[in-house]
């Protein structure tokens, strides 16, 4: 059984921080690519940050250098620290974990909401 289980969102003014937490149960964690996404009303799922397996990171052009992902292999769990949040950061939050050998598989989370408003 395989369970991704996001935390943290809530409501925050525009400048402020969140952290995100996704535990993840059933896989073989350090062997994953994890991410975040996020999706606001009316608009399509986007990526928001990926970490690989052996530790690279990658950001959407819109979240550099605000947000950082890191994974604590030890704990199967994965983090999204946002900073200077803005209200475009608005939607919610998703967490996936991916892999692509031996076989395809992606599992996603239930989501978490970030409000970020005033």
């Known amino acids: 059984q395989v369970q991704l289980v996001e935390s943290g969102g809530d409501l925050v003014q525009p400048g402020g921080s969140l952290r995100l937490s996704c535990a993840a149960s059933?896989?073989?964690?350090?062997?994953?690519?994890m991410g975040w996404y996020r999706q606001a009303p009316g608009k399509e799922r986007e990526l928001v940050a990926l970490?690989?397996?052996?530790?690279?990171?990658d950001y959407a052009d819109s979240v550099k250098g605000r947000f950082t992902i890191s994974r604590d292999n030890a704990k199967n769990t994965v983090y999204l620290q946002m900073n200077s949040l803005k209200p475009e950061d608005t939607g919610v939050y998703y967490c996936?974990?991916?892999?692509?050998?031996?076989?395809?598989?992606?599992?996603w989370g239930q989501g978490t909401q970030v409000t970020v408003s005033s």
């Open positions: 059933g896989i073989n964690f350090n062997i994953y690519t």
């Open positions: 970490i690989t397996s052996g530790g690279p990171t």
């Open positions: 996936n974990a991916k892999i692509r050998i031996p076989l395809r598989r992606d599992y």
